[in-house]
């Protein structure tokens, strides 16, 4: 039962460097996405996506890039890392858009920008 | 701006105690999730509500949707050193999960 699994789970990276979050759910769900956990904060929205090809922007989609070749993949790209990117990432599925679905996370991304 | 704000902050209570954890906002929700968060794991959903007025109960716990549907509390009674963790609430402004605005968070800690 591997549910939405998040590689890698702890990174450091550089000002400047680029990196790509993978994220991967077994659940054949169509809705998936990306948050960023902050201290203070609750977790926030970066981009989501409605099924394959379909992506958009949530709240805080500056630095990030996303894209959706198939179901189960919706990498998370850091273009130029900043430390403002610091964060806990993490990715979530569900299978369709009704709010009443249950919503899964994966267990995170710790990443931290020097 | 947040548009949901959970209060408390942090919560510390003797094992036995009852508590309410309140999230509150100016904003219509169609729906509203409850969330537990344990140290190094993603958020675990506990339940959906999506009526106004709606009462839930999951064991001890039990939720409750406001009339308006701008504001919901979660009810523990008998705390119990599991119920340990962070809570979440979470709301859709629309129908359709894409957008799930969270509020801050609620630590809550059950001293045995």
């Known amino acids: 039962n591997a549910g939405v699994t998040q590689t890698p789970k702890f990174q450091v990276l550089k000002t400047g460097q680029s990196m790509t979050l993978q994220c991967a759910q077994d659940?054949?769900?169509?809705?998936m996405s990306w948050y960023r956990q902050d201290p203070g904060m609750g977790l926030r929205l970066i981009h989501y996506?409605?099924?394959?090809?379909?992506?958009d922007q949530g709240e805080v989609p500056n630095g990030y890039n996303v894209s959706r070749s198939t179901t189960e993949d919706f990498p998370l790209r850091l273009l130029s890392a900043a430390p403002s990117q610091t964060s806990v990432y993490f990715c979530?599925?569900?299978?369709?858009?009704?709010?009443?679905?249950?919503?899964?996370f994966g267990e995170g991304s710790w990443l931290t920008v020097v | 701006t947040q548009l949901l704000e959970q209060s408390p902050q942090f919560l510390s209570i003797q094992e036995g105690e009852n508590l309410t954890v309140y999230c509150n906002s100016s904003?219509?929700?169609?729906?509203l999730q409850w969330y537990r968060q344990e140290p190094g794991e993603g958020p675990v959903l506990l339940v959906t509500?999506?009526?106004?007025?709606e009462v839930k109960k999951l064991k001890r716990l039990t939720f409750q949707f406001g009339d308006a549907r701008k504001d919901s509390s979660l009810h523990i009674t008998a705390a119990q050193p599991g119920d340990t963790g962070l809570y979440l609430c979470?709301?859709?402004?629309?129908?359709?999960?894409?957008?799930?605005?969270f509020g801050t968070g609620t630590r809550l800690t059950i001293i045995p």
């Open positions: 659940m054949n769900h169509e809705y």
């Open positions: 904003s219509v929700f169609s729906s």
């Open positions: 979470a709301g859709a402004l629309s129908f359709g999960n894409e957008k799930l605005t």
């Open positions: 979530a599925s569900s299978s369709d858009r009704n709010s009443g679905n249950t919503i899964y």
């Open positions: 509500v999506v009526t106004g007025g």
């Open positions: 996506s409605v099924g394959a090809g379909i992506t």
